[in-house]
């Protein structure tokens, strides 16, 4: 059986007059679950206008309003966080933990945005001249719009919506066509915890729903999340159209291991962070590179934990024990098994080759177990593309400098991690390095909430960082007001002063 999934328009679903209808799939049996209204231009100014409508009452209502709406919405989504979870598996694939993390991932936002008074107190200056003082403060920006990926459907969004709404803006979230469920259920928790209609909107869709957003007068800023060609479109629209806009794109994460490094330590974070989520992560690790002499010692034993890995349904009570789940379409596992064979022919050594798997779930399901590749050059397509599935490459590396290099020729700056030992070399590889998230033994170094997420290069058009204090800043605009009270007693008030006001 399919189910229509509409628009989220002033607290219902709102099903428009949509220009089509995507199909959804279950990754994992390849059925179709369900079909997605693709917006008309009509149907998203409708919804547009709706956050408009709602947006001036919700940015003057009091922070402690405010901020008892978003405790409610944090209370609710730990308690269902399981239901959501279910629902990422079923539309993206990957596995119910790995679905629990992304959730725990954005809560953790949530309750950084349920400190929305502490962050937007602004500073006051007394007496910056005679009888004169300054404040300054935050407002919000009125309507924004967020533009997500496939790969987190609930957390991407929540890296910013929570803060968006707190500084008292209206939201219109446009998520992926692929997995567009877990923003309804969000929308529906919202109205729970109390959220007035209208702040929090759904706009399903493709390029015409983005591009109602990123044209609309009545949108004043955009966060967008995918992939480098669509970011830097979406920056150059939204900008010309005078929005603020902060789009993150693709990368290709590199983790150095140097010969001090514990090498059992290394292996299994590169596991861990080469095919988690199916590698469907923008802070995967899709390359690794071996600093001599440890890498034949360093691939076997990537081998080795490699093999034990189980490619299966992922969702909770199948009775299947997987550690990785399907790829998120047909076409992306095709595109991602081309690659392989891509690697193969450029002279890659292919340890492990996922085109052979047997997976525990549909046979129409789109399987492709864990790839390892040695060998590779900076030349080849498998080194050069951003993959985004299960193929890990490993690169070697003579020195440190020759590693360092490497990272840093990359056109994408997201995120890298190194292993070692040494402190010393821990500490240049921080400086060196010119990517926006460093890990140290960490392979995926994404940054808690209270700090903000973003990548380097290609991997980020615009200045800020999701989340954090440059979410703050972000989602609100500054006023600094200067005022004067005199003080009749001590000299008389008015007086004509042509020049340009002095500070006395
Ligand atoms: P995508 O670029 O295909 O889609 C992202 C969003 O843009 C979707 O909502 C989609 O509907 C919309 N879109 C697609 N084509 C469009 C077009 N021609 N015009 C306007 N809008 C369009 O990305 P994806 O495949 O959904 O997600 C995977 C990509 O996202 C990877 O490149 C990954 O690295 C990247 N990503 C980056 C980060 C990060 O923080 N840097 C995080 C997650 C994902």
């Not at 998203?44 to 709406?69: H, M, P």
């Not at 840093?408 to 040494?422: H, L, S, V």
């Not at 007001?481 to 002095?502: D, K, M, Q």
């Amino acid at each position: 059986m399919t189910t229509s999934i509409t628009h989220w328009l002033d607290g219902a679903e709102f099903r428009g007059d949509p220009k089509g209808w995507a199909d959804v799939t279950n990754p994992a049996t390849g059925q179709v679950s369900g079909r997605v209204a693709l917006a008309s231009e009509r149907d998203a100014e409708q919804v547009i206008a709706a956050a408009a409508k709602a947006s001036a009452e919700w940015g003057a209502t009091s922070l402690a309003k405010r901020t008892q709406i978003l405790f409610a919405f944090r209370e609710l989504l730990n308690e269902r966080k399981d239901e959501l979870a279910r629902l990422i598996t079923a539309e993206h694939g990957k596995v119910h933990s790995d679905a629990l993390g992304e959730v725990a991932r954005g809560q953790e936002v949530v309750e950084f945005a349920c400190g929305i008074s502490h962050l937007l107190k602004g500073g006051h200056s007394e007496g910056v001249s005679t009888g004169v003082d300054v404040h300054a403060k935050r407002e919000p920006l009125g309507v924004v719009g967020i533009i997500s990926p496939f790969n987190f459907p609930a957390m991407v969004p929540m890296w910013f919506f929570p803060i968006a709404i707190a500084a008292g803006n209206a939201v219109v979230l446009k998520p992926s066509e692929k997995d567009p469920s877990a923003a309804l259920w969000m929308a529906r928790l919202w109205q729970e915890a109390g959220l007035p209609d209208g702040v929090f909107n759904v706009l399903h869709g493709d390029k015409v729903a983005v591009d109602a957003l990123l044209h609309s007068p009545e949108v004043a800023a955009i966060s967008f999340v995918g992939s480098t060609p669509i970011a830097s479109y979406v920056y150059a629209e939204a900008s010309r159209h005078g929005k603020r806009v902060q789009a993150l794109g693709g990368a290709k994460n590199h983790m150095v291991v140097l010969p001090d490094a514990d090498l059992d330590l290394a292996a299994d974070a590169a596991v861990s962070a080469g095919y988690g989520s199916a590698g469907e992560r923008c802070m995967a690790i899709s390359v690794v590179v071996a600093v001599d002499p440890v890498g034949d010692d360093l691939v076997a034993r990537i081998a080795d934990r490699t093999r034990t890995l189980v490619t299966g349904d992922g969702q909770a009570g199948t009775g299947v024990e997987a550690d990785m789940g399907p790829l998120v379409t047909r076409a992306h596992r095709d595109r991602v098994a081309g690659f392989v064979a891509a690697g193969e022919q450029a002279g890659a050594t292919l340890v492990i080759d996922g085109r052979v798997v047997e997976p525990r779930g549909g046979q129409h399901g789109h399987w492709l177990g864990p790839t390892l590749f040695d060998h590779v050059t900076s030349d080849m397509d498998i080194y050069t593309e951003e993959i985004f599935g299960p193929v890990l490459s490993v690169v070697r590396a003579s020195s440190y400098a020759e590693a360092v290099e490497l990272i840093n020729n990359n056109q994408y700056g997201n995120g890298t991690a190194i292993f070692t030992n040494d402190g010393g070399a821990a500490r240049r590889f921080e400086a060196d390095v010119q990517v926006g998230m460093i890990g140290i033994n960490v392979p995926i170094p994404v940054p808690v909430a209270f700090y903000s997420f973003g990548g380097w290069k290609q991997s980020l058009f615009g200045d800020t960082h999701a989340h954090g204090a440059e979410g703050v800043h972000f989602f609100t605009r500054a006023k600094v007001v200067t005022s004067r009270w005199i003080n009749p007693a001590a000299r008389p008030a008015g007086g004509l002063e042509l020049g340009f006001p002095r500070n006395v």
